[in-house]
């Protein structure tokens, strides 16, 4: 079997994306997900928030996000 790894700047699992992914690459490859924010604590995740004014921030998604 082949292993497809998929990197999220937010946080895993995302079952969103996770379904169509396997949708597509079949029954024959095993989909591993890694996020950028997992194991952060909410803290940690809040301090990493864009300043004021800042153009260049990233919007990602949390597990406890509604």
């Not at 699992?13 to 597509?24: F, K, M, N, V, Y």
Request: no cysteine; hydrophobic share 45%.
């Amino acid at each position: 079997m082949r292993t497809v790894g998929a990197i999220t700047i937010g946080q895993t699992p995302r079952s969103d994306i996770a379904g169509e992914l396997q949708t597509l690459l079949g029954a024959g490859v095993r989909v591993v997900q890694a996020g950028a924010l997992d194991g952060l604590a909410r803290a940690e995740i809040d301090a990493l928030a864009p300043a004021p004014g800042d153009d260049d921030a990233l919007i990602a998604r949390r597990r406890d996000w509604r």
